[in-house]
């Protein structure tokens, strides 16, 4: 058992509390990163679960990495790491004997060309749409990922687009992902390759916002495309850690922390399972869940009575089941096009999405589960032996419904859907490994119940509804404590920015205006919702 003193404790060395120490340390820090499991990661590691094979265990495809201001400021290339990706970005058949799929291809003139063959209109319809894209990208990443609210990125899309046109891309980016794709094409084939996007989040295809997230990951499929880091998902947390560490950071893993100690309504200590206590001069960052720092981190005597009940109405997204395959020979795609994808989507077209949904809404366990598929080696070829392919599926169950049968049914489910598309494909298999809920909780603690967004992405817990109504980006009830997690605006995805935000948020509040910002955000706490000057309910 140790005591020390330093500038901060960084609790969780996801790609959020990387981000946060590195830029932390950078700034000239004394900081330590804990984390409970053996290696720095989180949900981007990958491990040898086949013999010559390398598996992402989590997450794989980072196109929000590839654009993110966090990332880009760590300069990961600079300690070693590199990117790849696959000839086309995405595929998606429309039915199981579909032998014609649609791609996002690496030139967007490809991909129109392809659209437009197979329903006239719809390739100028794309060319279109990403030209919008090319004059709103700037502005609207920098709305995207800055603190919420933004101002520099709204105030550029004003001054660009002029009043009216700025709120039809408002009223744009608010449709459910099914209006928007009949509102822009004619034929299936390009409406399913932005629906498909649309669902790498937990948002009804029908429900307003679900759009935003389709739109922007189709557009940077077509614009950047899908990179992966070579060697697997690992070599960017490891390119992460790297960069921290030389910043000056220390990086403890094994450490599990016990609890957040707040004095006088400030954070002041982190102690850890191991009985080590780090007293902290200046902050205390948390990538945790919303619901793991105020509900067991913190004493419920320091979190206000109105967090603690809008927590008991905080909900996750849903479970996930994930396969892992190893196989000996490429995958025998019936349509060929599909050879050429890193990720493909499978199980649903437009209507089928809505009925998928309606399982998982209703508590049914799909018996056509819609998937979200990675080609790794032909994303990256050293992922596994010439001519083989390390591959991955992943699907959802009902929220509530996280045992190990429910996901064993479903992982044969999906060995099922994939036989589908690609007749021979179980005869190719030569390694298979199924992560259950349970097993993706186990080995990362902020993926609870198998939840891996940090929480639903639906508009009710987004924006300044995340984690609880009223929330503040990074900043919490407790003076010094930053929650640093997806659990933040904007939420989920590997991009580091809400663990980048959570850092710049602690170094401005203790520069030299920090304590008059400090003062006032406590001031307008007092202030918020009762006119009188009383402290409202929520913030007791």
């Known amino acids: 058992m140790t005591v020390r003193t330093v500038d901060a404790v960084v609790i969780g060395a996801g790609p959020n509390g990387l981000a946060a120490t590195a830029t932390l340390a950078e700034a000239g820090w004394d900081v330590v990163l804990l984390e409970q499991q053996p290696e720095p990661g989180g949900a981007v590691r990958s491990a040898e679960l086949f ?11 980072y ?23 696959a000839p086309a970005a995405v595929g998606h058949p429309t039915h199981p004997h579909d032998d014609d799929a649609p791609l996002i291809h690496r030139d967007p003139a490809d991909t129109a060309a392809d659209l437009e063959r197979r329903q006239p209109g719809d390739g100028q319809a794309w060319l279109r749409l990403f030209e919008q894209w090319k004059d709103v990208k700037e502005p609207f990443l920098d709305t995207l990922f800055s603190p919420f609210p933004p101002i520099r990125g709204p105030r550029r899309l004003l001054s660009q687009l002029g009043t009216a046109e700025a709120l039809r891309l408002l009223r744009f980016l608010m449709l459910p992902a099914r209006r928007m794709t009949h509102e822009l094409f004619d034929g299936e084939s390009a409406r399913v390759l932005l629906l498909g996007n649309a669902m790498h989040a937990d948002t009804p295809v029908d429900a307003p916002g679900s759009g935003v997230m389709g739109y922007l990951l189709t557009m940077l499929a077509q614009d950047d ?3 992966v880091p070579v060697g697997g998902a690992g070599a960017l947390s490891a390119a992460m850690a790297e960069r921290a560490r030389r910043n000056g950071a220390e990086i403890r893993c094994g450490e599990e922390v016990t609890s957040i100690e707040a004095t006088g309504g400030v954070a002041t200590e982190v102690r850890t399972a191991g009985g080590d206590r780090y007293l902290v001069r200046r902050a205390v960052l948390a990538d945790v869940s919303a619901p793991a720092l105020y509900g067991r981190l913190l004493d419920s005597s320091a979190v206000p009575a109105g967090v603690r009940a809008d927590l008991e109405k905080f909900e996750w997204d849903t479970p996930v089941v994930k396969v892992n395959y190893a196989l000996d020979r490429k995958i025998p795609w019936r349509s060929r096009s599909l050879e050429s994808a890193g990720t493909v989507h499978l199980g649903a077209d437009d209507n089928g999405l809505v009925r998928w949904m309606a399982d998982l809404t209703t508590g049914v366990i799909p018996t056509h589960p819609f998937l979200l598929f990675g080609q790794m080696t032909t994303s990256d070829p050293s992922r596994s032996p010439e001519g083989t392919e390390s591959a991955w599926a992943y699907t959802h169950l009902p929220r509530g419904i996280t045992d190990d049968e429910s996901a064993e049914l479903l992982g044969h489910r999906v060995d099922a859907m994939l036989e589908s598309h690609a007749p021979g494909f179980a005869e190719r298999v030569v390694g298979r490994n199924v992560q259950r809920p349970g097993d993706l909780e186990a080995s990362n603690a902020n993926l609870h119940g198998g939840a891996v967004n940090g929480g639903t992405a639906q508009l009710y817990q987004q924006l300044v509804f995340r984690p609880t109504p009223g929330s503040s980006g990074p900043y919490t009830s407790i003076d010094r ?52 000057g009383k402290r409202s309910p929520h913030h007791r």
Not at 63 to 85: F, M
Not at 490 to 511: E, F, K, S, W
Request: charged share 20%; aromatic share 8%.
């Open 481 to 532: 404590l930053y929650l640093a997690s997806s659990a933040t605006h904007p939420g989920g995805g590997v991009h580091g920015m809400c663990g980048y935000n959570a850092a710049r948020a602690a170094l401005a509040d203790h520069g030299r205006w920090g304590l008059v910002r400090r003062k006032v955000r406590g001031r307008i706490l007092d202030l918020v919702v009762t006119p009188d």
């Open 51 to 61: 013999p010559g094979f390398r598996t992402d265990l989590f997450s794989a495809f």
């Open 63 to 85: 196109p929000l990495a590839a654009v993110s201001p966090a990332i880009r400021h760590l300069d990961l290339e600079g300690v070693g790491l590199r990117w790849s990706q």
């Open 225 to 227: 495309g899908y990179v």
